[in-house]
């Protein structure tokens, strides 16, 4: 699965899925693009010619900019991965609990920003005639998770997201798909030893394969979906969980 000669960004790329994620493109042969909140350079200086720039993937006018620099400096943006989200930081309440601007940002993060870079990449996929968008969703919304209402609501919109755009994209031969990750040992989950302790067991009981899920196990699909193998793929979600729902 060659991606030679591809630039692939990655949103929320410096650390655990994303991280995972583009390290699996660099080994295929492409070009990284490391976009993040936190730590891009260091993380793209782990890969050949790989850039990395801060970015606030909420923000219209950083999600443009990143879009300009990478088309200046790479001269394409064959392959972007909406990865970025927020998750383990967040508590685990009743619905009815939430407050509203948490609510707000969790919808900026997990969704509004798939809608702000694919409109910032797509233009350009276009001009090359196509590209690759693949969105990290969740298996919670298939599962029906309680006490994280926004967080399952988000990835579930990420799911709808993926299946309109990929329509309205086709004819310019840009797929777009989606991967769903079940509960997931990353860096920012290992920051939150809470959120170990109460889902660590329960997830893994939960699976047809009884161990961790890691973020190394996301990235085969990932570089697949993003590979000439899966030209003919797209508005499809993979659920990626180790058998704890069969999609």
């Given at each position: 699965?060659?991606?030679?000669?591809?630039?692939?960004?990655?949103?929320?790329?410096?650390?655990?899925?994303?991280?995972?994620?583009?390290?699996?493109?660099?080994?295929?042969?492409?070009r990284?693009?490391?976009?993040?909140?936190?730590?891009?350079?260091?993380?793209?200086k782990?890969?050949?010619?790989?850039?990395?720039?801060?970015?606030?993937?909420?923000?219209?006018?950083?999600?443009?900019?990143?879009?300009?620099?990478?088309?200046?400096?790479?001269?394409?943006?064959?392959?972007?991965?909406?990865?970025?989200?927020?998750?383990?930081?967040?508590?685990?309440?009743?619905?009815?609990?939430?407050?509203?601007?948490?609510?707000?940002?969790?919808?900026?993060?997990?969704?509004?920003?798939?809608?702000?870079?694919?409109?910032?990449?797509?233009?350009?996929?276009?001009?090359?005639?196509?590209?690759?968008?693949?969105?990290?969703?969740?298996?919670?919304?298939?599962?029906?998770?309680?006490?994280?209402?926004?967080?399952?609501?988000?990835?579930?919109?990420?799911?709808?997201?993926?299946?309109s755009l990929?329509?309205?994209?086709?004819?310019?031969?840009?797929?777009?798909?989606?991967?769903?990750?079940?509960?997931?040992?990353?860096?920012?989950?290992?920051?939150?030893?809470?959120?170990?302790?109460?889902?660590?067991?329960?997830?893994?009981?939960?699976?047809?394969?009884?161990?961790?899920?890691?973020?190394g196990?996301?990235?085969?699909?990932?570089?697949?979906?993003?590979?000439?193998?899966?030209?003919?793929?797209?508005?499809?979600?993979?659920?990626?969980?180790?058998?704890?729902?069969?999609?």
């Amino acid at each position: 699965m060659s991606l030679e000669s591809r630039v692939a960004i990655v949103t929320g790329g410096a650390q655990g899925i994303g991280r995972a994620i583009a390290d699996g493109l660099a080994a295929a042969g492409a070009r990284i693009v490391i976009a993040d909140l936190a730590n891009a350079e260091a993380a793209a200086k782990t890969y050949p010619d790989g850039i990395g720039l801060t970015v606030d993937v909420s923000d219209p006018s950083q999600v443009d900019d990143m879009a300009a620099t990478v088309k200046e400096q790479c001269g394409s943006i064959d392959i972007l991965i909406n990865n970025a989200g927020i998750y383990a930081s967040l508590e685990m309440r009743a619905f009815d609990q939430i407050p509203v601007e948490e609510w707000r940002k969790v919808m900026d993060i997990n969704v509004l920003s798939m809608f702000l870079t694919s409109r910032a990449v797509v233009p350009i996929m276009k001009q090359q005639g196509g590209g690759k968008i693949v969105n990290i969703s969740s298996g919670t919304p298939f599962r029906g998770v309680p006490f994280l209402l926004h967080y399952v609501t988000s990835k579930g919109a990420v799911v709808a997201l993926t299946r309109s755009l990929a329509k309205e994209l086709g004819a310019d031969n840009v797929l777009v798909n989606c991967v769903a990750p079940g509960f997931t040992v990353s860096d920012g989950v290992i920051e939150h030893p809470e959120v170990l302790e109460v889902l660590a067991d329960v997830s893994i009981a939960a699976r047809t394969l009884k161990r961790e899920q890691v973020p190394g196990d996301v990235t085969g699909a990932v570089v697949f979906l993003c590979s000439p193998e899966a030209d003919f793929i797209t508005g499809q979600t993979m659920v990626i969980d180790g058998g704890q729902y069969f999609h």
